[in-house]
């Protein structure tokens, strides 16, 4: 973030304002983790907030502190379009596109305040009035944990915000294992854990709270996995049969497409599951090495994302748009081997 833009905004923030921080639809650990990081810092200079996320989001994200004060758009449409109406500042975390908001992008229509976006995926749009934007950063909590240090704030981090942002930041690293975590995302770590992120409670309600739905769901997911060898490619498919057989919650297909990715030889794995709510098709797409997801996912599945991480859908079929992928898949044989 450039210096005339901080010291632009530490100006504006350093009077009570009314504020509104926004993470993307679905939102996952990083966007949650990050805008209640945000929250529970800008609170202690006595601005009126909300945080208002477009709709629900999983179970084993709800211990985060000052989980209960989100607003949720998509059951609390009234107050939140009041909430955005009345602020004087909007925070968009983890997104870097308004059309990632879907209803409330509507509500922003009668916004009238400046934008501030704190986000690390590629291709931003141009709302934003102060951009942090930088897609080196591991996670959007990482870069909140810089941005209270650009106001030389890091003694104001609380364990809260420890706790919030460590989340965020473990779950966006694949548990510290992603080619972005650096050095750098080490230390901020170290220093959340110092202000009193509980790490090992942290892992502990994130990925210790399966339901034997969720495993058997994970059984049958691996059931349906393809191996396309020629491509070092697999996919796994989910119906939204199999889904419904299995009591699907939101949030309990989370991490499914890395067990692709961790099979031998493999560097591009991909999970279609076909939405309960609309009609398409979720796509995951994770790869190893330099191999874009990115990328193809712009091309091919209106997503995108991280170059090794990245999201798309499909207005297709589920057979439909897996043979389209495969029909594709020959364009990038070269690359994949």
């Known amino acids: ?179 972005s975590t650096t050095s750098n995302t080490h230390r901020i770590i170290a220093n959340l854990i110092d202000k009193g992120a509980e790490n090992s409670y942290i892992h502990n309600a994130i990925f210790d709270s399966n339901s034997i739905d969720k495993l058997h769901l994970l059984g049958c997911a691996l059931k349906n996995l393809v191996a396309l060898p020629a491509y070092n490619t697999v996919y796994i498919t989910l119906s939204r049969e199999e889904l419904q057989q299995y009591n699907y919650k939101k949030g309990d297909t989370e991490g499914f497409v890395n067990y692709g990715l961790s099979l031998q030889g493999v560097k591009f794995a991909v999970i279609f599951i076909e939405s309960v709510q609309e009609d398409i098709v979720k796509i995951s797409l994770r790869s190893k090495g330099n191999f874009s997801v990115n990328e193809f996912s712009r091309s091919h599945f209106q997503g995108g994302g991280h170059n090794n991480a990245a999201g798309g859908k499909s207005d297709l079929s589920l057979t439909e748009t897996t043979k389209y992928f495969e029909s594709v898949l020959k364009d990038y044989k070269s690359q994949l081997q």
């Not at 305040?113 to 291709?123: L, V």
């Not at 420890?162 to 694949?174: F, H, K, Q, V």
Request: charged share 25%; hydrophobic share 35%; aromatic share 12%.
């Open 1 to 179: 973030m450039e210096e005339t833009q901080i010291k632009e905004l530490k100006t504006l923030l350093s009077t009570p304002k009314k504020i509104v921080i926004i993470p993307h639809k679905n939102p996952d650990g990083d966007a949650i983790g990050s805008c209640l990081g945000l929250y529970h810092y800008l609170t202690q200079y006595k601005h009126d907030l909300s945080i208002v996320a477009p709709n629900e989001y999983p179970e084993f994200l709800k211990w985060m502190p000052g989980e209960s004060n989100i607003i949720k758009y998509e059951y609390q449409t009234e107050l939140a379009s009041q909430k955005i109406k009345e602020a004087e500042l909007v925070f968009t975390l983890d997104f870097n596109s308004l059309s990632r908001i879907d209803d409330v992008a509507n509500a922003l229509e009668s916004f009238k305040g400046d934008y501030i976006m704190i986000d690390h995926h590629q291709a931003p749009d141009d709302y934003a009035r102060f951009m942090y934007s930088d897609t080196s950063m591991s996670s959007t909590c990482e870069m909140v944990y810089n941005f209270i240090d650009f106001f030389e704030d890091t003694n104001k981090i609380t364990a809260e915000i420890a706790s919030c942002l460590y989340a965020g930041i473990m779950t966006d690293t694949g548990s510290f294992r992603f080619p």
